[in-house]
């Protein structure tokens, strides 16, 4: 009763004109993203932190980016069907089948399924954080310094493991984001960290200027050296509703896709790329025609399409229950929501049920209005594509420069800005996953904390995390397995090897 009760109170806030109209232009902006290569929700939430310092509402605030997160899975369907092109990372799988599709005349019909399931999915993942979040935040209260440390190396142990293929790489830009973190005074004793003398450091980095460099002038650097062209297969869309084959045919791809999506993407590093990779595995798994994967089948589609967009919803739960934020573009809202000195985790539902609820609420009646803007606007989107590069580069460099500039006035933060985008480069052309690195940085604070509470709690034993404390043992139980069995797959894989 008190989760309907607040779903009702929410509703109330997400109807109010303003943060309606700011769930509209997100949802709008968040599909322009998806659609162009070369942007991602990460990257736009990230250029758009500095206006989050202008909007006085939190629930707006994180209505309006939450927006362009889950927009941006719907839209990058687009570039994958029709140019081959993914317009998000979580679409790459779509375009294995999309654009096959497309080839055989059927763009219409594969950008209908991919809009409907996604819309099925994204309905089934707000109605299990309408659900799931409301008990799992309870369960949270009972998490003390111990708890939170130990959950917290289990989700960037997670983040690693989950968000790219090698493990080596993920632990550098791991280290690299808490090493970032720990520039500046040290919270308890004062003492200057790894501030190489200046005094300009002394303050630490700030998270906006670091994720508008990563993700903003790194993407735009490393696009430059992109030579990848798409073309349009075809200038007439087609009819985009299924068929009644096509309903049969994807109608459990849509529900396995979305369930699976909603339980990947609840895990810190799961998110939609994970999820949309193990749906596409298990629809060609599950077929009675699995050589027809890869060469058209719609269920090819509409499993990968629902289970990122079920992800997208499933990785607030984390966020908003337990402090955790999933992946790199949740790491942004994370950010934004502490802008507004909102601090997520288990109490602020209690505390800001304005906000909870509200982007809860928001999320059913984004997902109407990104159906109604998908299917409709095809051709507008289309027609999108044709921005050249060359334009689009340098007014995001523009508008990453004078927003990092407009938060302090400080010129320092231009020169971090610059260093953060190389660093973005350099990570993205050596194929390191980035995601990590944003989620390092957002928890490092949290990590030394609960860490140095624990030990003067135990007057410096650690045996508060395992002996005294259940929760925190369960959870480093976990952190243990997970360690082992990636040293048992290294030596079994050294052993084939040889």
Do not use: C
Not at 270 to 293: M, T
């Amino acid at each position: 009763m008190e989760t309907i009760n607040g779903l009702i109170q929410g509703l109330g806030v997400a109807i109010a004109p303003m943060n309606l109209l700011f769930a509209f232009v997100g949802a709008l902006l968040g599909t322009a993203v998806g659609v162009l290569p070369g942007l991602g929700p990460a990257a736009t939430i990230s250029l758009l932190l500095p206006m989050i310092y202008k909007i006085g509402d939190p629930a707006t605030a994180v209505i309006f980016l939450a927006g362009i997160y889950y927009g941006a899975m719907y839209g990058g369907s687009t570039t994958s069907i029709l140019l081959n092109l993914p317009g998000e990372a979580a679409s790459v799988v779509t375009s294995l089948d999309g654009y096959k599709m497309a080839l055989k005349g059927r763009a219409g019909a594969a950008l209908g399924i991919a809009a409907i399931g996604s819309f099925i999915a994204g309905t089934i993942g707000v109605l299990g954080l309408t659900f799931v979040a409301p008990p799992l935040a309870e369960f949270a209260l009972k998490f003390g310094p111990p708890e939170y440390f130990s959950l917290t190396l289990v989700g960037l142990l997670l983040a690693v493991f989950l968000s790219g293929s090698s493990i080596v790489k993920g632990m550098i830009t791991l280290a690299l984001g808490l090493l970032f973190a720990a520039v500046g005074l040290d919270p308890v004793t004062g003492n200057v960290r790894f501030t190489l003398g200046t005094t300009h450091l002394q303050s630490g980095f700030d998270f906006v200027t670091l994720a508008m460099g990563i993700f903003g002038l790194g993407e735009i650097f490393y696009n430059l050296e992109q030579t990848e062209a798409g073309q349009i297969v075809t200038t007439k869309v087609g009819r985009l509703w299924p068929t009644l084959q096509d309903w049969a045919e994807s109608k459990w791809a849509i529900f396995r896709g979305s369930v699976l999506g909603f339980v990947v993407g609840v895990l810190p590093g799961g998110g939609a790329v994970l999820s949309s990779l193990a749906s596409y595995g298990l629809e060609k798994r599950l077929s009675k025609k699995p050589e027809e994967f890869g060469e058209g089948a719609i269920a090819g589609v509409a499993g990968p399409e629902s289970a990122n967009n079920a992800a997208s919803s499933a990785s607030f739960i984390p966020l908003m229950t337990l402090g955790i934020p999933a992946n790199a573009s949740i790491a942004m809202i994370y950010a934004a929501l502490l802008i507004q000195g909102i601090q997520p985790g288990p109490f602020l539902i209690t505390e800001h049920p304005d906000v909870f609820w509200g982007v809860t609420a928001s999320m059913y009646i984004g997902n109407a209005m990104l159906l109604a803007l998908n299917l409709p606007l095809v051709g507008l989107w289309v027609q999108l594509l044709r921005v050249p590069f060359s334009i689009l580069g340098p007014v995001v460099v523009l508008f990453t420069t004078v927003g990092v500039f407009s938060i302090a006035n400080n010129v320092t933060d231009i020169f971090s800005l610059l260093f953060f985008g190389v660093v973005g480069y350099l990570l993205k052309k050596f194929k390191f996953e980035v995601g990590p690195l944003p989620m390092a940085f957002v928890l490092a604070p949290m990590i030394e904390n609960a860490l140095r509470q624990s030990l003067l709690i135990s007057n410096g034993s650690l045996s508060i995390f395992v002996v005294d404390r259940p929760i925190s043992a369960t959870l480093l139980g976990i952190f243990a397995v997970m360690v082992l069995s990636q040293v048992v797959k290294f030596f079994r894989n050294r052993t084939r090897t040889a």
